[in-house]
């Protein structure tokens, strides 16, 4: 369907046939709070792979160059680094630990040998750059293999270093620290298409920074009421838009998304729009709030649609049309009738995220039982794929998976009541151009391919 | 900085329309989200736990600001479709709120109507210490607030600094960001000078300065009158 490139697909509208490629993280039914991946981003090229997790690590895979005799083999992600991004931090003044937990990673777009990206925790974004070494000088005048220094009076003859190959070193360093302009905390940071700006959102500011400059960052929205008691809605996301400069959205816990132009003023207070449907008096419940709270929005990469996703859905909706999205798509429908209960354990606040493929023609989000989904804008078909162990065996086909919603259970069937709302798929990522994607289960990291391509 | 986008008015006017339709839809058998469950044991206990989950989250240190603002909206939802239609006297006396409860609550249940009786009252106060310049007289009978509870009550008050029925003490720190319109509010202005600059103490500075000019004007007028009626005539008058 989606061919290298970005494309137009072959004719045909061929379905996915996704299987199993790798599996990265521990196999321990154990699973250890930090590992657990709190963020999974590809890089532009696809190449690089970024997860990030609650212990503050960010460990970057590397595809594997293909092996050109070998016609259908992929290239496979492997470890390139791994470094610890954030650390615990108490904060005096209110006598509060700050979470070392990555909430999102953003790449830079490549400009030199080196790569770049964006790690945030709940207060503090950080610029890294991964470089690699392979090289290194020997011979120089003023000191010893070992780094000592040389008298220099003993210098009698004057050699030029020379180059020699060492094993490759992958190393990741700090080269910015935008911290200090978050009172609350972060949920998004996106880069601009200028490559010179981010922005960085928390539940109530959306701030702009230059990647140069630091100690300095503009408020571009802020909701904050003047009487805190009056707060009713948070920011939930925000992104740029992918090619136009001055337009972001932001979305919020009732269900509404918000344009804002950054021509039009500096403090975008006032929407250029506004996005929000109309609520389905059918089924309005105490929890049509919680449900409707937007818990990701990404643009497409064509630029012409944004995609959000609410509890039980994921709606596309086109920039030019406010009053309600062009499609809606239903991720989990038969946990509708057991809002109560998930509102009781919490599952119903669970924030899931949403990915689109490199040529927009199909969308992918998670759900329990470690099941995500995935719809074809296109042919308008879906399918349930399961994270698993079991269906690990190299190469193998996912098989789709069905939940059953009532009535007899077929075979092969799951029935709501013995999902595992433990097992949940939250962050997922799509290859920018290839059919590749990356699935995070809790502690371990699935890559999965389309056979068909 | 005052948030005045566009929404919060639509939003005003949204909820009054919604308040109506709120009321009624919960008990209407036929919709689907009710028929599925019994409507009253469902509100009262999502009450309860919606409450017990309003206590856990504020707690925290540094409580999920989105999972306060989504419980306590879901909090003002079930509140308002727990109160009665009708518009109660102003001052009920206290078995009418458990009546009250009971004729919305399919079963007559002494203990939960009771219960939630006294976490109505427990927002009562917290309502009035937010207004604390006011005597505790202000304080009516436990279930006075059942009809008189304004539609906003959940949020503004369960979240002020000065609760201390819900909220410990060492909660003044919520939000960062100090909240000075208590401090600022008219009703701790002492009339006279001294104030703190803001828009509510900017009226009564205003104000102020009218209201002494006007009394010293009658003063005058009763002295000048006074003293006219004790002034004995004379020859230079």
């Known amino acids: 369907m989606a061919g290298a490139g970005g494309g137009g697909c072959p004719a045909g509208g061929n379905d996915f046939q996704w299987c199993f490629s790798q599996v990265k993280g521990a196999v321990d039914e154990d ?32 595809r594997e160059q293909e092996n050109k005799g070998r016609a259908h083999s992929r290239g496979e992600y492997n470890v390139y680094s791994t470094f610890q991004s954030h650390e615990p931090e108490f904060d005096y003044l209110k006598s509060l630990e700050i979470e070392e937990k990555i909430n999102k990673i953003r790449w830079l777009p490549q400009q030199n040998a080196a790569h770049f990206l964006l790690s945030t925790n709940d207060k503090t974004i950080k610029l890294w750059k991964i470089s690699e070494r392979d090289k290194r000088a020997e011979g120089y005048n003023l000191k010893d293999e070992d780094g000592r220094l040389r008298d220099p009076f003993r210098i009698t003859a004057l050699r030029v270093p020379i180059l020699k190959p060492m094993d490759l070193m992958v190393e990741a360093s700090p080269r910015r620290i935008f911290a200090n302009a978050h009172t609350y905390h972060i949920n998004s940071i996106s880069v601009n298409s200028d490559h010179e700006t981010y922005l960085s959102a928390d539940d109530l500011r959306i701030n702009l920074w230059h990647l140069e400059i630091t100690d300095r960052s503009f408020n571009i929205v802020d909701i904050k009421p003047a009487n805190m008691e009056e707060l009713t809605e948070v920011i939930t996301a925000a992104e740029f838009h992918p090619h136009q400069c001055n337009v972001l959205v932001y979305s919020s816990s009732k269900g509404t998304i918000r344009l804002c132009d950054m021509r039009s003023s500096a403090l975008c207070d006032r929407h250029a729009k506004f996005f929000e449907e109309p609520e389905d008096p059918s089924s309005r419940s105490f929890f049509s709030e919680i449900i409707s709270s937007i818990s990701d929005v990404k643009f497409s990469h064509n630029g012409r649609y944004m995609m959000t996703r609410d509890y039980l859905s994921v709606k596309v909706w086109d920039l030019n049309m406010e009053g309600r999205p062009v499609e809606t798509h239903q991720v989990h429908e038969y946990l509708r009738s057991k809002l109560c209960s998930l509102y009781e354990n919490d599952c119903i606040f669970d924030k899931f ?27 308008r078909r879906d399918v349930t794929l399961e994270a698993s162990r079991e269906n690990s065996k190299p190469r193998a086909s996912l098989k789709p998976r069905k939940v059953c919603t009532g009535g007899k259970r077929k075979k092969d069937e799951i029935s709501v009541d013995s999902l595992d709302f433990n097992k949940k798929i939250l962050h997922t990522a799509w290859h920018p151009m290839e059919s590749i994607i990356a699935v995070a289960a809790t502690n371990n990291l699935y890559i999965f391919q389309d056979k068909i391509n | 900085m005052l948030s005045k986008g566009l929404k919060r008015k639509r939003e005003e006017e949204e909820e009054k329309e919604e308040g109506l339709s709120v009321d009624s839809w919960w008990l209407d058998q036929s919709h689907p989200a009710v028929s599925q469950t019994p409507p ?49 006297p102003p001052v009920p006396t206290p078995p009418t709120a458990p009546s009250v409860a009971d004729s919305l609550l399919a079963s007559s249940d002494a203990g939960l109507s009771a219960s939630m009786a006294s976490l109505l009252e427990d927002l009562n106060h917290i309502e009035d210490l937010n207004q604390v310049p006011e005597p505790q007289a202000d304080e009516g009978p436990p279930g006075r607030s059942v009809g008189g509870v304004p539609a906003n009550l959940g949020a503004l008050d369960l979240l002020g600094p000065a609760t201390g029925c819900l909220l410990d003490d060492g ?37 102020t300065p009218e209201l002494d000019e006007a009394e010293l004007d009658y003063l005058m007028d009763v002295l000048v009158g006074t003293q006219a009626l004790e002034r004995p005539p004379g020859p230079g008058r």
């Open chain 2, 40 to 88: 009253a044991a469902a509100s009262s206990s999502l009450f309860d736990l919606s409450v017990l989950k309003l206590h856990h989250s504020l707690r925290q240190s540094e409580p999920d600001l989105r999972h306060l603002v989504l419980v306590v909206n879901t909090l003002r939802r079930i509140q308002a479709s727990m109160e009665p239609a009708t518009a109660l």
């Open chain 1, 31 to 62: 699973v250890a709070e930090a590992d657990i991946i709190s963020t999974v981003e590809f890089n532009y090229s696809g190449d690089l792979l970024a997860t990030g997790d609650k212990g503050g690590r960010v460990v970057i895979f590397q």
């Open chain 1, 353 to 379: 995220e949403c990915c689109w493929n490199g040529s927009d023609s199909a969308i992918m989000t998670g759900s329990y039982n470690n099941f995500f989904r995935m719809f074809d804008r296109n042919t």
């Open chain 2, 171 to 207: 909660l003044e720190g919520l939000f960062e960001d100090i909240d000075t319109s208590m401090y600022d509010s008219e009703l701790w202005v002492p009339a006279s000078e001294g104030l703190k600059p803001g828009p509510e103490n900017g009226l009564a500075k205003e104000q």
